[in-house]
């Protein structure tokens, strides 16, 4: 006796569509969780280093993002997908996970949050009377090469770094999240430790953050020669997204048959966020991550509520 796939969340069809536990969140609502978690990240990330004494510092600065990084995907990646960086979403958008037109709207709101919590920063620098200049303050952790690494490192160096260090990044993220993963629920783990490890070695370069609007938003209130190095610290990790994005994508090519490339391609064309149809695959395409064949309607929306249950908690 053969029992049948469980169906009780579908929302793509039936009278039931309207249903808020299926429904796919707004665009309105992925930016607004990116620009929040971004801003964490910035804070977290930014505000560590600057406010610690080192010889008194209870939590090392790379391992503080770290944590930032895997609170922030757990808190909101039920909603956006926990990008939080220009890096990762260029990943996506290579890896065939995310539209270039949503892949644009998430950079800007990442970058608008990451302002927003730098600008925060520096208001309280401001407030400080021991901190005449905050813009000097904030060179202290704003990503630089040659005279403006701590260890006097080059150019071709940190942008090497930089390279290597998004595409391991993105590749675990890419990883970690695939639909065909059993380890899917510790990926914001995963993720944050990656990060917290390749952020340490970073920050004994010359400060390299492997994300783009982390490093815009720290150069914007820095001294003046930030913004003039801050193009090798969106090139170099967009480079390595690229690079991981185009791995995993060949994965996905090498796995689906010929139907899931044109199912998804009549995706890309199906027409606005906010249209059922479309919402319901392009939250498989999305969160389920296509990586693989397009599997049967039933086992898809299987896989995708299992994957909200996790993020809704529901599941460990």
Sequence with gaps: MTTPVPVHHDSASGPAAGNSADARPGLVA????EAFGSLFIVVAG???PL???PQSSPLPAALAAGLAVTAAMLAFGYVSGGHFNPAVTVGHAVAGRIR??????????????AMLGALALFGILRTL???????TAFDTVTAGFGE???IQAPMAAVLLLEVLGAAILVAVFLGTTARNNLNKP????AVGLAFAVLLQLGLSVGNAPFNPARATASAVFSSSWSLEQLWLFWVAPLVGAGIAGLVFRGFAAGDAPAAAVADSDALDAAGP??????????RDLEFSDAEGPVAAPAQSRARRDEAQEFFDGKRG
Excluded: K, N
């Excluded at 270039?100 to 949050?113: R, S």
């Excluded at 009377?129 to 813009?135: A, F, L």
């Excluded at 510790?186 to 783990?189: L, S």
């Design 51 to 53: 406010f610690s004494i």
């Design 100 to 113: 270039p037109v949503d892949a644009a709207a998430y950079i800007a709101a990442q970058l608008v949050g």
């Design 148 to 150: 403006h690494s701590i």
């Design 129 to 135: 009377p021991g901190i005449q200049d905050s813009r």
């Design 46 to 48: 930014l505000g560590v």
């Design 30 to 33: 992925r930016l607004s969780a």
């Design 186 to 189: 510790a990926a914001a783990v």
């Design 273 to 282: 966020d906010d249209a059922d149809a479309s919402d319901a695959e392009a």
